[in-house]
């Protein structure tokens, strides 16, 4: 049996918690000099060609190890991503045995069916037919919600708005699903040797990853003290359709951001969302080194000075 936990209105403080971010893993593997290179001044400054190197090459083993505390404090101490996969492996099992503490028999398989699909479908619509065909989705619908209030997903929310507030043109029916965490999204994926081959880090899982990598980054420099949602742009048409993978407010403005391969990669979506909206600033996340324009280049390591 289930027991009803009695909540004290106005006498609890909520705290949104998150996988460390990629500023704390530099700190974890000793990175500190480093750190505050990047992250000490106010302004965002081009690094050297080696430093920036170095950092992608950090980004790639944060793609495969993620921000699980245990995870890293075992790399830290071992060196050995085996090791570090096997403590993956054992947090999924044990999320996933756990779902039948908190969910009703009839729920419990929906909840495991849920769990398993995000990490194929990340970084595009979620589609439940795609989950299992034979299942309601209504029932694939609780239990979406149940992992999302459970903080194990996160929903990218579709929205048509170029102005705040972006959820008052949320279109429900439509969106995409972030993973708990970046590394164990490796590790149920089986990913690990996509990315370590990899040479442009955008072409891992067709782009999702690092879809994955931004959201989650974006989360982790919100506020603790509330729980943040993560917004995307899509317009369809008959002749064509546009996407901005994230939108975020800032001073009452909205900015696309785009996550791109390489150091180029077009831009179609974000020049017609800047063109319709007549938005002043976007940002594209990629590999490339930090470059100031219209469209200003953010590499992956940089995020948290959005």
Known sequence: TRSKISIPVGRIQYLFMYPLSFKEFLLALGYDALHDHLYGKKDIEKVDEVIHNKLIELVRKYYMLGGM??????????????????????????????????APDEDVQHLKSVFHSVPSMVGRKYVYSKVDPETRSADLKRAVKLLETAGVVTRIKRTSASAIPLEAAVKSSYFKLLFLDIGLLHSISGLYPKTMMASDLNTVYMGGVSEQFVGQELLAYG?????????????????????IDYLIQRGGNVYPIEVKSGSTGRLKSMALFMEQFNTEKGYKVSQAPYSEGKITDIPFYLISKL
């Open 223 to 243: 506020d603790p003290f509330h729980r943040d949602s993560l917004y995307y742009w899509l317009r369809e048409s008959k002749n064509s359709s546009a996407e």
């Open 69 to 102: 505390p245990k995870v890293v404090d075992e790399y830290v101490k071992s060196g050995d991503v085996s090791k570090c996969e096997k403590i993956q492996r054992s947090i999924l099992d044990t999320y996933v045995d756990d779902f039948g503490k908190y």
